[in-house]
């Protein structure tokens, strides 16, 4: 793997692969970043990657459902490898939106599998980021394997879903070298505070109300970010070609007992200046159309074939989380204000 594609990089996840990939992996090869810089994808996040590695790395501005741009890129860069992060990733906004999810999520991936079958003499390895939600709602009971069939609710998860489904095609039909992953929810650095961890932390820290849906009693298997690049990228060197494998925390947590504990872990950190609990901002409002009771993953496949282990608990990995926003007050507020926006209309058009 000498020159490998990484989309959707400047986003939470891809952010924090990047940065292991040239930083902590013996990954010994370049990155091209492609990111197309929507409300989620910040440059920033890896401005002093690409000041270390400047042979290593480089970012360009595209689309992946650019056709003839991506083309140029896949011959420009020679690429032999593709780690695929780039999404709409928000469950709430393909509620009320779902078009972009569709265009990228879908069209996208379908465009990349193409220029991955016109490159197919140099290409080692397309892998595919995907999510547990694509499997549907648990009840009370039982994990979600590789084996449990896709049932998603969402228009996010059944456009995740279409993806998945094209990428095994393009295996089965076109002998494509592909592996694709499906992760349970990720927090950690660099997250967008959309997403409930990091929405929490940074209300409860502004002294803001923290709405928390139905009864709060939804459950959700959490993974921190690190894990979720530690085991990508085990699976993209050792998994076996037309694979999927589903990667989890072992963190089940209903949503109200996690954000109390937000509340809890932030009190201690730092007191707010009338003292109150910051559980009394938890406020239960209405509940989100369609809204998955429960998400557990089994991942005994990846620790079994290709001994994968997450490292973080909730706790140790909720601690670090919090940290990393109180010691990084300053990309919160940039990433918070129209400034930002401006700034990357002025850099990148
Ligand atoms: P994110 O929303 O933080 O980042 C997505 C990135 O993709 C952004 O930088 C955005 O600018 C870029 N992007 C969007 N549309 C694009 C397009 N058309 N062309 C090029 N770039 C585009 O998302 P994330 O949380 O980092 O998720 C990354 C991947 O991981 C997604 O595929 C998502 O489905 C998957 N995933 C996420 C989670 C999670 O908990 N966040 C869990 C499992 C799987
Ligand atoms: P989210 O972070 O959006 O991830 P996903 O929907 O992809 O699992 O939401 C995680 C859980 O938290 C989900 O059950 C919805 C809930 N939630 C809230 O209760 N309040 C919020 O403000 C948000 C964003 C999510």
New binding site residues.
């Given amino acids: 793997m000498d020159s490998m594609l990484v989309t959707g990089g400047c986003g939470f996840i891809g952010t924090n692969f990047v940065r292991y990939l040239l930083k902590e992996s013996d990954f010994s090869g370049r990155v091209i970043n492609v990111d197309k810089l929507t409300y989620a994808g910040n440059p920033e996040n890896l401005s002093d990657i690409e000041k270390d590695f400047p042979e290593r790395y480089i970012f360009t501005k595209t689309d992946i459902c650019d056709q003839e741009g991506m083309a140029r890129i896949f011959e420009d860069y020679r690429i032999d490898t593709v780690c695929h992060f780039a999404a709409e990733s928000?469950?709430?906004r393909s509620i009320v939106r779902p078009d972009a999810f569709i265009q990228t999520n879908i069209v996208g991936t379908f465009n990349l599998l193409e220029l991955a079958k016109a490159n197919q003499g140099r290409l080692i390895l397309f892998h595919h980021i995907s999510t547990d939600?694509v499997f549907g709602s648990l009840g009370k009971e039982g994990f979600f394997t590789e084996e449990t069939p896709y049932k998603p609710n969402s228009p996010y998860s059944a456009s995740k879903a279409a993806s998945d489904h094209l990428v095994r095609a393009y295996y089965k039909t076109y002998g494509l070298p592909i592996t694709i992953s499906n992760c349970s929810?990720n927090y950690g650095p660099y997250q967008f505070p959309?997403?409930?961890i990091s929405?929490m932390i940074l209300n409860a820290l502004e002294g803001k109300t923290l709405?928390?849906?139905g009864d709060?009693r939804?459950i959700?298997d959490w993974l921190y970010v690190k894990d979720h690049c530690t085991a990508v990228w085990t699976i993209m060197k050792h998994g076996k070609r037309g694979e999927t494998y589903n990667i989890g925390g072992k963190n089940e947590m209903e949503?109200i007992g996690l954000v109390e504990m937000i509340c809890d872990v932030l009190d201690e950190h730092q007191k707010r200046e009338d003292n109150l609990p910051r559980r009394e901002l938890i406020t239960f409002v209405k509940d989100?159309p369609g809204?998955d009771r429960r998400y557990a993953i089994d991942f005994t496949k990846l620790t079994r074939e290709l001994a994968w282990i997450p490292e973080e608990s909730l706790e140790t990995g909720i601690h670090k989380t919090i940290q990393w926003y109180l010691d990084n007050q300053e990309w919160v507020s940039r990433i918070k204000s129209g400034e930002y926006q401006s700034w990357i209309e002025e850099h990148y058009g």
């Fill in positions: 928000h469950v709430d939600e929810n959309e997403k409930l929405l709405p928390v849906y709060g939804n959700r949503n989100r809204h």
